[in-house]
């Protein structure tokens, strides 16, 4: 059974940094286009980044000044850094994977995990 398990959310103050991990079980995520999402609610799922099977990424613009991606495969883990947090930041981040390209149409989701950033 594949799962994508996204950790590292919590609740912090403006202008700290997290680290966001998404681990896979059951699938190798070497093959695979991951991406970063934030969902608020009462708003559309917002794409961060993608990052391909060799870390090419592309981002959404709005993400590119403080957000990083990297990937591990070793560790099976994608990773988002969000650095100089900032209130407008609140929301639960996801993590999704789609074999081999980076299209947009994703095999598997993670369910997400909650940042809230406090002023």
């Known amino acids: 059974q594949v799962q994508l398990v996204e950790s590292g959310g919590g609740s912090v103050q403006a202008g700290g940094s997290l680290r966001l991990s998404c681990a896979a079980s059951g699938l190798d995520i070497s093959p695979y286009c991951m991406a970063w999402f934030r969902q608020v609610p009462g708003k559309e799922r917002e794409r961060i980044v993608m990052?391909?099977?060799?870390?090419?990424?592309t981002w959404t613009k709005s993400f590119e000044d403080r957000f990083a991606v990297s990937r591990d495969n070793s560790a099976n883990t994608a990773y988002l850094t969000i650095h100089n947090l900032r209130p407008e930041d609140t929301g639960r981040y996801l993590c999704?994977?789609?074999?081999?390209?980076?299209?947009?149409?994703?095999?598997?989701w993670g369910q997400g995990t909650q940042v809230t950033v406090s002023s």
């Open positions: 990052i391909g099977r060799t870390s090419i990424t």
């Open positions: 999704a994977a789609e074999y081999r390209y980076c299209t947009d149409r994703y095999n598997y």
